[in-house]
């Protein structure tokens, strides 16, 4: 693969590895690290912090627990033949991600995607300039991007050339039509096939939803006479006075207090009825 390098604060060039996206977890607030692992790292450089866009691998890191779990995001895009743009020129390229070819994405089925790739220089600038589009991967992990080169000169972009990455849970944003998903899900879910069962099935779902539509477009009529509309016509509290409403339903027959105790208590809910619903 075409090598990528960054440029450190003394000056020097290190070739990139890897990258990694780090979600920490310190005394549960939750902190999110890019770095960049380096070949040859310098035992006193722990992590380099680079472009957000170049990661493969996310991480959930709890400090307290010392426990990491590495989860598949995104996947590296690379150019897929060598290519020259004429200066001020557009030019539609084709990208390749190795990982869905070599069969590492389990399950994939051709989809539209979220990527992010930093064409613009090619391989003479060390300072990636990464641009979010949109982009149709299909099974084998091709896609096309529309380059334009705004620079007075070549744009030389080699074979394999580092380009950014797709990212995979963004299949999730756009519409898949029926036969993307019958050929995803084959032994997941159970599809119609039929064109008259599945006009019934629509059929059924518009009466559904008529009658949704009705009943909510339809307001309950209500007595303005009525001091009690929440009650039911034959509820016996429509003609209870309040100190009933208090010795019908709150039972004292199996309570520790005295007949007087009990006496003072129901005064007491009378006088703070308010604070609670007799009706």
Known sequence: MHQV????ADSMYHQIQEAVCL?????????????????NMDPELDLILGSKSLF??????NCERQHMQFLQRSVNAYVKHPVEIAAGTVKT??????????????HWTPSRCVTKLDLSHGGTHPKKEFQTAEAFVDQDG?????????????LIL?????????????????????????????????????ASTMNEMFTFLEKVNKLNESA?????????????PWLEKDDPRQTMMDRECIE????????????????????????????????
């Not at 390229?93 to 389990?106: C, G, L, S, W, Y």
Request: net charge negative; charged share 25%; with cysteine.
């Open 5 to 8: 390098h960054i440029q450190v």
């Open 23 to 39: 979600t920490v977890v310190i005394q549960g607030h939750v902190f999110e690290v890019f770095a960049l692992v380096m070949e």
């Open 56 to 61: 493969e691998l996310e991480a959930t890191v």
């Open 93 to 106: 390229i084709e990208m390749t991600v190795p990982a869905i070819k070599n069969k590492q994405v389990p």
């Open 142 to 154: 091709t896609f096309e991007v529309v380059v334009t080169n705004e620079s007075m000169r070549v």
């Open 158 to 194: 080699p074979q394999n050339f580092f380009a950014g990455g797709v990212d995979l849970r963004s299949t999730g944003y756009f519409f898949k039509d029926w036969e993307t998903l019958v050929n995803s899900f084959p032994d997941k879910c159970a599809f119609l096939e039929d």
């Open 216 to 228: 909510l477009s339809e307001e309950p009529e209500i007595d303005l006479d009525d001091p009690y």
């Open 248 to 279: 019908k339903f709150i039972n004292l027959d199996d309570s520790v207090l005295t007949e007087d105790n009990k006496e003072c208590f129901q005064k007491i809910l009378l006088k703070y009825k308010d604070a609670f619903s007799l009706k």
